[in-house]
């Protein structure tokens, strides 16, 4: 793995833990999109997954972001708007 990926993150290997609660998630562009609750103190820190199913194999891209807030509602608004973000700047490519 890259220096690059194992400092920021990606590919499958950042897949979401099992226990992760997913707080909302959407379908956009062929991938889904899972908000995640990530706890920070008494915050919740913005954290998602963005999955695709290539080749028949699921690949899962795990996020998480400095941004932490209190409300489980704007964190999942948050989560999913980063989501698209990422998949409108890099497609299939965070899988790689």
Request: hydrophobic share 40%; net charge neutral; aromatic share 8%.
């Amino acid at each position: 793995m890259s220096f690059w990926k194992s400092l920021f993150g990606g590919g499958a290997a950042d897949a979401a833990p099992a226990g992760d609660k997913v707080l909302g998630e959407e379908a956009y562009k062929g991938f889904a999109i899972k908000a995640i609750e990530m706890k920070a103190g008494s915050e919740l820190q913005l954290a998602g997954t963005i999955e695709k199913t290539i080749d028949g194999v699921l690949k899962t891209h795990r996020f998480v972001r400095a941004d932490r807030m209190s409300s489980r509602d704007d964190l999942t608004a948050l989560a999913l708007s980063k989501g698209k973000q990422i998949i409108d700047e890099q497609g299939e490519k965070i899988f790689s």
